[in-house]
């Protein structure tokens, strides 16, 4: 023996990956010149998936006028460009949620101003059609929250008023209160007790949206609209919701063979689903959720159709995540192959930034894959920061971590697009860690 005493298995494997890193700098070199000399090209095939997921057509990729539908065929249409097999049947894997939706024309008027859907006001995702004239009852979101039974309040002219919520000093709230503000709507929004007919609430915070799979006895507007409370007497709402119980929706899957371990797999997955319109002239683009991860899932499907990988590549586009990972829980549920041959998945979600680098969710959980794509990133550069947080189910990675399939969430940092507004549009990206992303992951793969 050389006399080197190996004290643990962790210390092999540091040993054994230190080897092979040194077997690979040189095909690290090649990727690099590759992606270089391609660099303009490659990001210009982001940004035009991005673009297009982002354009009216797509509906905001909900499920409203087959806007999910319409994306799926795309996502298909590009893995058999790229050459990708099916994984599912016909590279589809269909199944069913509720959910509520907004098809038609909303129109709000406050006091005597007409409202703009999603930049002046959004609506509960829950809410029912609701439609008339409402006399409005103000009342402090600090007085609201001290009422000793706030779900049961009662107002004059109760079936005829929407209690105005006036909570435009928000940020004076702590988050105690904040979270008592939000129960208590919530109750409202259900109660029997109560005799209003609906809730609008007045705030200075910035609007963002949702989905809901069912659906309140009563609607929730939130304002954003610099107004006094004390000069506004009267609201009138249209909107009509559109219940569907049995919604047919399909997460997309396809994979590249792989040269020496065919029946091994890395994962790469990346929810294409967003909020959908809300109303019929109000989209939700969602550049950075998530038409940049399904931009970065396409790019690494076409780099491994060119450069065929040693294991097996899954690439795992994922519909109705905004609901609560229904897609992929239904893909562990149901998977096309076994699991445990699965050596590592990735989850792309929010990766339009970059300019402070990455987040990977699960770092701590897995320090020694970690400690790879850090090193990786430390030797070459490619994001500024490498960071790590702990497990958070907040992604679709999260079914799959509860079948002990190992794996990250990454996504990037810095620059901080709107989030689940109708501003998160493709000119509010940098893309500035996207590049030097796909070339970390591409070069952390080869490890496997």
Not at 225 to 233: F, I, K, N, V, W
Not at 332 to 353: C, E, M, Q, S, Y
Request: glycine fraction near 8%; aromatic fraction near 12%; charged fraction near 20%.
């Amino acid at each position: 023996m050389s006399g080197i005493f190996l004290k643990t298995a962790h210390e092999v494997y540091f040993i054994y990956r230190g080897y092979r890193m040194l077997c690979r700098t040189v095909g690290l070199i090649i990727v690099l010149n590759i992606c270089s000399a391609n660099y303009g090209q490659d990001i210009q095939y982001a940004w035009q998936i991005i673009d297009t997921l982002c354009s009216e057509q797509f509906k905001g990729r909900g499920f409203v006028k087959n806007g999910d539908k319409k994306t799926a065929a795309l996502i298909r249409t590009i893995f058999r460009e790229n050459g990708l097999e099916p994984l599912t049947e016909n590279y589809y894997q269909p199944f069913q949620i509720a959910v509520n939706t907004f098809p038609k024309s909303i129109e709000l008027v406050l006091g005597n101003r007409p409202l703009v859907p999603g930049r002046d006001f959004v609506i509960s995702p829950s809410s029912p059609s609701f439609k008339g004239t409402f006399k409005l009852y103000a009342i402090r979101a600090e007085d609201l929250i001290h009422q000793v039974a706030p779900d049961s309040l009662q107002v004059p002219d109760g079936s005829e008023s929407c209690i105005l919520i006036d909570n435009r000093h928000n940020d004076e709230l702590d988050a105690n209160a904040r979270d008592l503000l939000s129960g208590i709507i919530t109750r409202l929004q259900n109660s029997l007790a109560t005799n209003i007919a609906g809730i609008v609430e007045l705030t200075s915070e910035k609007l963002s949206w949702g989905i809901s799979t069912d659906i309140s006895l009563r609607p929730y507007i939130k304002v954003n609209y610099p107004a006094d409370p004390d000069t506004l007497e009267n609201i009138f709402i249209d909107l009509k919701n559109r219940f569907r119980k049995k919604y047919t929706t399909k997460n997309v899957a396809g994979y590249i063979r792989g040269t020496e371990c065919p029946d091994s797999f890395i994962v790469f997955t990346a929810h294409y689903d967003h909020l959908g319109q809300m109303g019929a002239d109000t989209y939700f683009p969602g550049a950075n959720d998530n038409a940049s991860g399904v931009a970065m899932l396409l790019y690494l499907s076409r780099y491994f159709q060119q450069n065929p990988p040693r294991i097996s590549i899954a690439f795992v586009s994922f519909s109705a995540e905004e609901i609560g990972l229904v897609g992929s829980f239904h893909f562990v549920n149901h998977a096309p192959f076994d699991l445990r041959k699965i050596k590592f998945l990735v989850n792309f979600d929010l990766v339009g930034t970059g300019s402070e680098g990455i987040k990977a969710v699960n770092g701590t959980i897995y320090p020694d894959e970690f400690q790879l794509l850090k090193e990786i990133n430390d030797e070459f550069n490619f994001l500024p920061e490498v960071s790590e947080r702990s497990a958070t189910c907040i992604s679709d990675h999260c079914p799959f971590d509860y079948k002990g399939v190992p794996g990250f969430y990454i996504y990037t940092t810095g620059d901080s697009p709107d989030y689940h507004s109708i501003f998160d549009r493709p000119e509010a990206l940098s893309m500035a860690g996207f590049e030097g992303l796909a070339t970390l992951i591409i070069q952390f793969v080869n490890y496997f």
